[in-house]
């Protein structure tokens, strides 16, 4: 156990990252199939192929889910991914050939950066190329390369996130593992002691805001709704249909209401997306619950393994300075 998501048999990360421009993406191979389910909780979400994953709808697996940054236009990242499985005979069956299917959901980074290159098809493929299923990087790469969270008062009292993965094991090695890109509008809260540990920054430069307390005084300013959303993945090698895979996914969003306040606001556009890979056998309720806290867990490392970037710093580098 590595505490990743590829502590999941069957399942490989790879990331494309593009510092000078600060953005990328991240894909979730799993090129044998894997159920899948998704859970679509914010309500600014951008998304492609997600009313396929819903119960009733044909298609029972996917070969990859795609996170971008890039807002809208990194959607075409998938592309890439597509192209890779082609070129290697993976995909679902059609009586004209293959076609490989591939979920995707993305962050809004466009203020961070050059709003004008965004992750395209040659950066997913890229993405591919690097995928591994041993350990893999986090904090400010792939999709999480231009994630900021606590943007209530502007882009210029945000922290830098990033992207973060946990994992755990249970009983007959039934594995649960998430891997989330942290872009939040509110603030990255400790959920054993409540306290916020990433936010809007003080202007004294010495701790964090209350997003929801500015909220309700009304000092958000113009502006500071676009750059937002949570996106990830939560995978497990319990046995499970598309149904079950869908129910996965909607319990451990749980984990984003538990690490983030405020969360699923009009200005989130929050999606985790549930893949199930191996044969064990395992209890849903069991699987859901365990879900919820290592999408916490993830998300709270994607804060505390990001780096300062595009001038805006870290939480690291914030406690370094105090």
Known sequence: MSNSITDVVGIKVGHYTDKEVITGCTVILCEQGAAAGVDVSGSAPGTRETEL??????????????LSGGSAFGLDAASGVMNYLEERGIGHETSAGLVPIVPAAIIFDLAIGSPRIRPGAEAGYKACLAATDAQVAEGCVGAGTGATVGKILGMERATKSGLGMASQELADGVVVAALMVVNAFGDVIDVRTGKVIAGPRRSSGEGFLSTAELLRRGKSKRGAASPNTVIGVVASNGQLGKAQANKLAQMAEAGIARSIDPCRTMYDGDVI??????????????????????????????VLQAETM???????DLNRSQ
């Open 53 to 66: 994953l819903r119960p009733g709808n044909l298609v029972e697996k996917v070969q990859a889910v795609v």
């Open 310 to 316: 595009g001038g805006i710093p870290s939480v690291n």
């Open 273 to 302: 997306f549930a893949l199930s890979s191996g044969n064990k056998k395992a209890d849903i309720n069991v699987l859901g619950s365990v879900a919820a806290e290592v999408v916490a867990t993830a998300i709270i490392r994607g």
